[in-house]
């Protein structure tokens, strides 16, 4: 992933400093909705009158809501932060290899009003698309940020380079364009980036220190969180892990190299076991096939067999390389993982002193959405930074 940021202007640190205790709080009622001003004042090491002061900022700036917190025992009554539900939003964005989905979320995270449609391989009518659907979402709202998952890698100059859709360098930057004359912060990212934060925020991976995030769709991604944040690499591009060279030598990726082990662990990996021509569409063709598996048909059974033990293998030398508290799958890898073929495999390929006690590896809790929930969180966490609330907010 790569956070790319376009803004119109840069705030002062002066005031980026005047943001950050704001910042701070609304950090601890996105982690905790409904925290009293007492228990806001003892976390953050605040005194009564810097709370009373930093809400107050906060309350005018539309962020938060607060209400009477239930009476305990004597003493002076509190209240409970939440956010505002006529809040700033932020547009959160996912474009997958066969279509779209575009929502809405505030500082809850919690994306609504998604819209979404089927798309065509032109890079250009495709974002034309999307600075329609987001000018659509957004009517309405006050929008302090946008961002976009996309299905490739993204480095840091913010370009979208997907080989799977033969794109080469797609700016998808324009897709703020139509929420009003003042540049809206964009965060683009890779899917599987954004997917992988949304579970390790409030998915399978919730409260591990560290966590290996993995989907196959068509190829496989994945991030590395650490806290709940992705490790994003030196260029902002980490997290390839589709391109590790633990396939054919002899087989060509579309990205250029050879040997990826994306392409053998897809829908283009079950064709080729079936001796079937390559698929269109390969994460319909492994839908398909995953479900005849289930029914027990037995070339479908054997073919996805097959594909989670290479998928296991690999699995298993990232835990050896990473040494994660747990492993997220998602996407088709949660149906390759039901196969009994997918455990023994990774038991195998595991060091002798870790299958003892292995690393867990768990389904993705949250679905087709992660990406967006994705895509939304990070957005929040520029919005709510100090340098994102000095730049909306002002003085």
């Known amino acids: 992933m790569s956070a790319s940021t376009e803004t119109g202007r840069e705030p002062s640190r002066a005031r980026v400093d005047r943001w950050r205790t704001k910042a701070e709080v609304l950090a601890e009622v996105r982690r905790s909705p409904g925290l009293t001003r007492v228990e806001l004042a003892r976390r953050l090491s605040l005194s009564s009158a810097s709370v009373t002061e930093t809400v107050g900022r906060l309350r005018e700036a539309g962020w938060i809501t607060e209400c009477r917190a239930p009476v305990q025992g004597r003493g002076r009554p509190t209240t409970c932060l939440d956010a505002c539900p006529d809040g700033p939003r932020v547009v959160a964005v996912d474009v997958r290899h066969e279509d779209w989905r575009v929502g809405l979320a505030g500082l809850d995270g919690e994306v609504t009003d998604v819209v979404g449609a089927r798309h ?8 034309d698309t999307l600075r329609a659907a987001v000018a659509e979402v957004a009517r309405g709202h006050r929008v302090v940020a946008v961002g976009l998952a996309a299905p490739a890698p993204v480095s840091d100059d913010g370009l979208v380079r997907a080989t799977e859709l033969a794109w080469d360098a797609v ?4 897709v703020t364009a139509a929420l009003g004359p003042d540049p809206v912060p964009l965060q683009v990212g890779n899917d599987a980036t954004f997917a992988g934060v949304a579970e390790a925020r409030t998915g399978a991976a919730a409260g591990a220190g560290t966590a290996l995030y993995l989907t196959v769709e068509v190829g496989l991604g994945g991030a590395l969180l650490l806290d709940g944040r992705p490790h994003l690499g030196a260029h ?8 590790l060279p633990f396939g054919d030598p002899a087989r060509p990726c579309p990205c250029g190299a050879t040997g990826c082990w994306g392409p053998e662990v897809d829908g283009r990996a079950l064709a080729r076991r079936l001796g079937a021509p390559a698929p269109e569409d390969p994460r319909s063709y492994a ?9 027990g048909e037995e070339d ?6 097959a594909v989670a ?5 690999g699995v298993a030398g990232l835990v050896h390389v990473h040494d994660p508290d747990v492993v997220v799958l998602g996407g088709l890898a949660r149906g390759l993982r039901a196969s009994p073929a997918f455990d023994d495999a990774y038991e195998r390929a595991l060091m002798a002193f870790r299958r003892a006690d292995p690393v867990p590896v768990l389904d993705a809790v949250h679905g087709d959405d992660g990406a967006l929930r994705g895509a939304a969180a990070l957005a929040l966490d520029h919005a709510t930074s100090p340098e994102g609330l000095a730049e909306i907010c002002g003085d």
């Not at 839908?287 to 029914?295: W, Y």
């Not at 479908?300 to 067999?305: F, Y």
């Open 236 to 243: 902002g591009a980490a997290g390839e892990y589709g391109h």
């Open 287 to 295: 839908e398909a096939v995953l479900a005849r598996a289930a029914d």
């Open 309 to 313: 033990a290479r998928l296991a293998r």
């Open 120 to 127: 065509g391989r032109d890079a250009s009518a495709v974002a």
């Open 171 to 174: 700016d998808l930057g324009s």
């Open 300 to 305: 479908a059974v054997l073919a996805v067999g």
